[in-house]
């Protein structure tokens, strides 16, 4: 079972707009949701599931806004949830920035959206490029005579449009991975994992069939293949046009893609990964008076990578006054409402080594001490490189006229929740980058310097 109806509500939990979907759970219930929500916040309780009797409220906010559905039965939560997600996705596509004022401004298209978003409780159609075919922002101007409903709404393949041309047909490809990881002061990784998505940028005319090749371990094992440069995904998620069955049966990734921008696939590997930017950090103390932080920051990565756009974040005690900065690269800055100094490095080669030393006066040392000190934070990406070292074998693409057409790869690498720890505590746009061309059936991955 899925959902009974759906709110939007405002910051003081005002209903804004609501869809009822089955009737069988009365539209006042809503009134019990934010004194229920305030209850358990004050408790230190809140969960994304708040239960009034017999109903349920599924719920997330978003900027100034709650988003609520109601159910009475056992729902399928994961379903709930992904249908919120997804709906503040459409509304933002549609009103570029989704807060009460734009709900406020656009009731009526608001209204067709949630008839043709969810029906009967269970989510219909979702794609806002679809969506955005028949419903527009005149939606409410359109003449009755005319046909609103396009044809791949009733379509096997609902998420793209028939007739689609272009004069050169593309696909672009992005893989890219965060990295996770929590270092102590020891230099031991706590936390290590790495999450990766694949993402297209599609071009292509037509109704044309992608097949994609990785270098996965159960492909490989599956052929006969050597394992030496295979990976392990876990947790594989793949957009609604990929072939599941077929994926089960032989690992082959064979889709229909949507037209533009879309997620593929996501994965996850719980893996050891050495910390790429290793951070070494002295703190000295004088007279409770001042303080020096010496930072080092040295790239424990292949020395033809470069990291761009490398964010430092040094937390400071809060009473820290007077900052002066020395670096041997980049700059410093104190943000003294966050507490914190940014070295800011615009491009970090592999196998550098680089200093930052801070100084701060400081009335008092104590008080330092009892807030005791967050992780240093680290920010960077790495184009040209994987951690895991996936890797794409090749793109084939199958389409009845027979048209040629170029797929191009890229990789990044980036930092996702990177911390390192202090000794005691602890248990501007990147430039852009260019693709490579990846030739139909190539099994020598393109870009093995980097990866291994």
């Known amino acids: 079972m899925s959902a009974s109806a759906v709110f939007i509500l405002d910051v003081k939990g005002k209903p804004l707009i609501s869809r009822n979907y089955k009737g069988d759970v009365a539209m006042s219930e809503i009134e019990h949701f934010m004194p229920l929500l305030m209850q358990r916040e004050e408790e230190g309780a809140l969960t994304p599931l708040l239960s009034h009797g017999r109903v349920h409220f599924l719920w997330i906010k978003y900027s100034n806004l709650y988003l609520v559905a109601t159910t009475l039965k056992n729902a399928n939560a994961s379903l709930v949830y992904s249908f919120l997600y997804k709906t503040v996705e459409v509304f933002s596509e549609y009103f570029k920035e989704l807060e009460e004022e734009s709900i406020r401004d656009n009731f009526v298209i608001i209204y067709e959206l949630l008839d043709e978003l969810m029906d009967f409780g269970f989510p219909q159609t979702t794609d806002s490029k679809i969506l955005q075919e028949y419903i527009t922002q005149q939606g409410n101007k359109l003449e009755t005579g005319k046909s609103r409903v396009p044809p791949t709404v009733t379509n096997a393949v609902s998420w793209r449009s028939e007739g689609i041309k272009y004069k050169k047909n593309e696909v672009f490809i992005d893989v890219i991975e965060s990295v996770n990881l929590l270092v102590n002061a020891n230099g031991s990784v706590l936390l290590s994992e790495i999450v990766g998505t694949i993402k297209l940028k599609?071009?292509?005319?037509?109704?044309?069939?992608?097949?994609?090749?990785?270098?996965?371990?159960?492909?490989?094992?599956?052929?006969?293949?050597?394992?030496?440069?295979?990976?392990?995904?876990?947790?594989?998620?793949?957009?609604?046009?990929?072939?599941?069955?077929?994926?089960?049966?032989?690992?082959?990734?064979?889709?229909?893609?949507?037209?533009?921008?879309?997620?593929?696939?996501?994965?996850?590997?719980?893996?050891?990964?050495?910390?790429?930017?290793?951070?070494?950090?002295?703190?000295?103390?004088?007279?409770?008076?001042?303080?020096?932080?010496?930072?080092?920051?040295?790239?424990?990565?292949?020395?033809?990578?470069?990291?761009?756009?490398?964010?430092?974040?040094?937390?400071?005690?809060?009473?820290?006054?007077?900052?002066?900065?020395?670096t041997s690269v980049g700059s410093a800055k104190y943000v003294p409402e966050k507490n914190v100094v940014i070295w800011s490095i615009k491009s970090f080669p592999g196998g550098k080594e680089y200093l930052m030393r801070a100084h701060f006066g400081l009335p008092s040392v104590e008080k330092e001490e009892v807030e005791g000190r967050p992780p240093i934070g680290v920010k960077f990406e790495i184009p040209y490189f994987t951690v895991s070292g996936i890797q794409v074998r090749y793109m084939k693409i199958i389409e009845k006229s027979g048209y040629q057409a170029l797929p191009w790869v890229r990789y990044i690498t980036q930092s996702g929740g990177w911390e390192e720890c202090f000794p005691g505590s602890c248990p501007s746009p990147p430039p852009p980058i260019l693709y490579e061309e990846i030739e139909e059936g190539l099994e020598v991955p393109l870009m093995s310097a980097f990866v291994q």
């Open 202 to 326: 599609v071009f292509l005319s037509g109704m044309p069939e992608l097949r994609l090749g990785l270098n996965d371990r159960v492909l490989f094992e599956l052929t006969g293949r050597s394992k030496n440069k295979s990976v392990e995904l876990e947790d594989v998620k793949f957009h609604q046009c990929v072939r599941l069955s077929r994926f089960d049966n032989d690992r082959t990734i064979s889709f229909i893609p949507p037209d533009g921008d879309f997620e593929l696939m996501s994965y996850r590997l719980s893996t050891q990964v050495k910390p790429l930017i290793w951070i070494e950090s002295v703190i000295e103390k004088f007279s409770h008076s001042r303080v020096e932080i010496m930072v080092k920051a040295k790239g424990q990565f292949k020395k033809q990578s470069v990291a761009n756009s490398v964010e430092i974040s040094v937390p400071v005690p809060s009473d820290a006054d007077s900052p002066r900065f020395k």
